[in-house]
């Protein structure tokens, strides 16, 4: 079992940015992030594969987020910029351990997932 600790949500106004951390209990492979706003279905927003080389990004995203992560402190981030409102949502890091699987967009092809870190936008 791997167990994922999200942070660094939080209330910031439109224009601003936030920097959401995933830390892991232990070795992963492909990490993302997904994001669930109030009456809607959880959505894709960003994964990374174990390297690093790919990185994949919701279309909403538009060059606003970047993902990163450091194996070797067995951390994800996801640093968010130029927020928007409709980016509030509770955003959920998500890791599994299984190598070459090639879909980092659905939900089902992560195992593991963390509690979730509440991001508001203010307008």
């Known amino acids: 079992q791997v167990q994922l600790v999200e942070s660094g949500g939080g209330l910031v106004q439109a224009g601003g940015s936030l920097s959401l951390s995933c830390v892991t209990s232990?070795?992963?492979?492909?990490m993302g992030w997904f994001r669930q706003a109030p009456g809607k279905e959880r959505e894709f927003v960003a994964a990374?594969?174990?390297?690093?080389?790919?990185?994949l990004y919701g279309e909403f995203v538009k060059g606003r987020f970047t993902i990163s992560r450091d194996n070797a402190k067995n951390t994800m981030t996801l640093q968010m910029n130029s927020l928007k409102p409709e980016d509030t949502a509770v955003y959920y890091c998500?890791?599994?351990?299984?190598?070459?699987?090639?879909?980092?967009?659905?939900?089902?092809?992560?195992?593991?997932w963390g509690q979730g870190t509440q991001v508001t936008v203010s307008s």
């Open positions: 998500a890791a599994r351990t299984i190598m070459y699987v090639s879909d980092y967009f659905s939900e089902g092809t992560y195992a593991y």
């Open positions: 232990g070795r992963t492979s492909a």
């Open positions: 990374i594969s174990w390297s690093g080389d790919t990185t």
